[in-house]
């Protein structure tokens, strides 16, 4: 089983990846240090990974931003040296919370741990789950721009879009921002009433349509008030829910 090791302390990561890689069943596959570092991996080979570590004070902030980034569905066990984050830890995918400095059989219980309830921790994200339950709506996304991360707000994103497997966010400025999770999650976390997921590939704000006419096979082809290099194709199968969708606003 592949493992993940988020820690800026270089003894400390390299003690994790021995103490880990004792284990027949488990391999450290790479040690990162900051959120930045891991919100890339992850979105990159988090469908490669079984298990992560994670410090929770990194050089760049705390590990719980890495979860405001990007949709981790993989399991954490929590590192660290306070313990006044523990209910965090467990909001967060968190299996297992070991204070510093730590000794090798607590780390030998927490991957025993994690095996015992392998069949049944393979859940969905995290955060979707809370926002489906509580009905709340997200008003703002993070993205990443070169160093500084920036909040954007729901009601100036014109269409979230998939290219070469990551969403973006196209805004009523013109800019394109990455944003780390699924078109599921955003589905689920922005208002129906202004949101509609025309087809996989993209979610629409019905600020951003300015018309539509007839395509092939009774599809519906979208213009937008933003440039946007993708022909908005409204399938099919949901022509009648999106017409009653527009009408409704």
């Not at 592949?2 to 880990?20: C, F, G, M, P």
């Not at 900051?34 to 705390?62: R, T, W």
């Not at 973006?168 to 013109?174: E, L, Q, S, V």
Request: charge should be negative; proline fraction near 3%; aromatic fraction near 12%.
């Amino acid at each position: 089983m592949n493992v993940l090791i988020v820690e800026d302390e270089k003894h400390t990561a390299q003690l994790l990846r021995e103490i880990i890689n004792k284990h027949p069943d488990f391999t450290v596959v790479d040690s990162l240090e900051s959120v930045e570092e891991a919100v890339i991996y992850l979105s990159q080979h988090q469908q490669e990974l079984e298990l992560l570590f994670f410090d929770i004070q990194l050089a760049d902030g705390h590990s719980f931003e890495i979860f405001k980034h990007i949709d981790v569905v993989v399991p954490v066990i929590f590192c660290t040296a306070y313990d006044e984050y523990s209910l965090q830890a467990i909001k967060n995918n968190g299996i297992d919370y070991i204070l510093k400095p730590f000794k090798e059989e607590e780390i030998e219980k927490a991957l025993l741990k994690y095996k015992s309830f392998r069949n049944t921790i393979k859940a969905k994200p995290v955060p979707v789950t809370i926002q489906q339950e509580t009905g709340s709506l997200q008003q703002s996304f993070l993205s990443q721009y070169r160093e500084k991360s920036i909040i954007i707000k729901i009601k100036d994103i014109a269409l979230f879009a998939i290219e070469f497997e990551t969403t973006y966010m196209y805004c009523f400025d013109g800019k394109k921002y990455p944003l780390y999770k699924t078109l599921d999650y955003v589905s689920s976390v922005c208002d129906d009433q202004l949101f509609f997921r025309v087809n996989r590939q993209i979610v629409l704000n019905r600020n951003a349509v300015t018309a539509f006419e007839p395509y092939f096979n009774r599809k519906i082809l979208v213009h937008t008030k933003i440039q946007f290099d993708q022909k908005i194709i409204v399938s099919r199968l949901k022509v009648t829910e999106f017409k009653k969708w527009l009408q409704s606003g």
